[in-house]
């Protein structure tokens, strides 16, 4: 929802770093593969309590994520990084939640499993309607420089980045944020689904 407002607030600060990296000789997969090590590092982070450091490593991996696409474009893009990039954020995405399951399964276990599995709802309906767009060459004006059709929704990656780091900040209020983010995940598939359907009639 917000991403289409902040994304282009945050591209010309973002082409600047991007630029000198592409100097220096770094690639886009590099940042891609540097950024999901980073995000897949919050989940020990976050089961043995370092909830701060998790924090950290999560806002590197959004950054990393936002550097590698513009790095990208500084060269010739290429479907196989682009391909890279979307499968990282999702596995990045769905295992985010285990950290806190891991650090109180009685606990959080359960907001976490329906908190995943809404993922699934969300990120199934965004690719599946990807790749009809694509057969289609339908495009996204919002979204042109993506390596697919972005649908959007109520739950993109400005919103998944908010209830994330507040998990972080207030990890005791993990299962509370869990169930509100899932009833959004919900909320956004739904959507997802019928304008979807309805687009592709």
Known sequence: MLDRHLVPLLRPALHSIATRLHRQGCS????????????IATVPLVAVGHEWLALCCLLLNRLADG????VARLG????????????LDFVFYAVF???????DPSVNALPAAVLIASFVGTGASF?????????RA??????????LYYLDGLAEGVETVFFF????????????IAWVFAFVCLI????????GYRTLR
């Open 188 to 195: 956004t598939a739904t959507n997802r689904i019928y304008s």
């Open 76 to 87: 010739t893009p290429s479907d196989a990084g682009g391909y890279l990039d979307i499968t």
């Open 127 to 135: 690719l599946a309607f990807a790749t009809q767009a694509g057969k």
């Open 165 to 176: 780091a507040l998990m972080c900040l207030l990890p005791g209020y993990f299962p509370v």
């Open 28 to 39: 886009a997969d590099q940042l891609t593969v540097t950024g999901f090590i980073l995000g």
């Open 97 to 103: 939640p285990l950290g806190f399951a891991l650090a």
């Open 67 to 70: 550097l590698d696409g513009e």
């Open 138 to 147: 339908i495009v996204s004006p919002d979204f042109a420089y993506k390596s």
